[in-house]
């Protein structure tokens, strides 16, 4: 059965047990980070969308390099979620954030921005809607930052969660450039 009515009164329990309010600063954090993910599977599917309607084939869909990472970052985010609901700090069964996952994110940008004109202003978040969405995702992913890092502040979280939440933002900039230069979208300058 999915629910439990264990919530009814406002509360919810973290892995390890302990009940807390539905707006204690952890349960925001991993429900941010939830949000995250949702919306990265929906850019995820609007790419493949986008692929059939130009015609691709099921294998070249099925191997966009942004869609498959994409699935990956969303698996990796899963593993974040329960990094972040872990009060006790004992994640022996959860899937690290590794130096590799890092680095993959960290490989990946710096192949992108070669690819990229070099910015001379800020860039608008519109253009094409993959783009617009994928921005959208970064915004989302900004504050989840900012709530593991205050989050941080008051009980300790493992590094490697917000290093690869502040690289992941980098990689969605990054992506949404490419994705707006791909589609022969003109980036649409910020004009102070």
């Known amino acids: 059965m999915i629910y439990t009515k264990t919530g009814d009164k406002g509360t919810t329990s973290l892995v390890g047990g302990t009940r807390v309010p539905k707006y204690d600063l952890r349960v925001e954090g991993y429900g941010t980070l939830d949000e995250l993910n949702c919306h990265l599977g929906l850019v995820r599917d609007l790419i493949i969308k986008r692929e059939r309607q130009l015609g691709k084939s099921t294998s070249e869909v099925e191997s966009n390099t ?10 990796i985010i899963f593993s974040a ?11 022996k069964t959860i899937p690290p954030i590794t130096d590799q ?3 993959l994110l960290e490989k990946r940008i710096d192949l992108l921005e070669k690819e990229l004109p070099k910015l001379q ?11 617009t969405e994928i921005n959208i995702a970064r915004a989302i992913c900004r504050r989840a930052e900012r709530l593991i890092c205050k989050l941080n502040d008051e009980s300790e979280i ?35």
């Open 121 to 131: 202003n800020f860039i608008l978040p519109t253009g094409y809607y993959i783009s």
């Open 158 to 192: 493992d590094p490697q969660v917000l290093i690869f939440i502040n690289r992941l933002s980098d990689y969605l900039f990054v992506i949404a450039r490419k994705i707006m230069i791909d589609r022969k979208k003109e980036e649409i300058l910020w004009q102070p």
């Open 81 to 91: 979620q329960a990094i972040v609901a872990n009060e006790k700090g004992s994640t």
């Open 66 to 75: 942004i869609a498959l990472e994409l699935l990956s970052i969303i698996n």
């Open 101 to 103: 996952n890092i680095s």
